[in-house]
């Protein structure tokens, strides 16, 4: 059974930082890409920062420069370094598992969420 856990939201204050993690158990972690994403009241999700399983990635434009994003195979765990946050990246964030397509079918899992609130 698939799992996608992520914790390390919280209440931070603008400028803080926040490190999310997310521990993935029931497929071949180091197979997938990784990706954070989050929702915020009202809005669609969006994405935030992706990794490849090679190890590549990627951020949004709001995001590049603030948030790094990592892996450790290891650990099967992805990370979301968060850095001079700002009350507009309060959101729901989730974790997603994209296998991308192997034999002809794609496996895309989502956690559950963790919350990250900016306010002073």
């Known amino acids: 059974q698939v799992h996608l856990v992520e914790s390390g939201g919280g209440l931070v204050q603008p400028g803080g930082s926040l490190r999310l993690s997310c521990v993935a158990s029931?497929?071949?972690?180091?197979?997938?890409?990784m990706s954070w994403y989050r929702q915020a009241p009202g809005k669609e999700r969006e994405l935030v920062a992706r990794i490849t399983a090679a190890g590549g990635s990627t951020n949004s434009a709001d995001s590049k420069g603030r948030f790094t994003i990592s892996r450790d195979n290891a650990k099967n765990t992805v990370y979301l370094q968060m850095n001079s946050l700002k009350p507009e990246d309060t959101a729901v964030y989730y974790c997603n598992a994209d296998s991308g397509i192997v034999a002809g079918k794609r496996y895309n899992y989502w956690g559950r969420g963790t919350q990250v609130t900016v306010s002073s």
């Open positions: 029931g497929f071949t972690f180091s197979r997938y890409a």
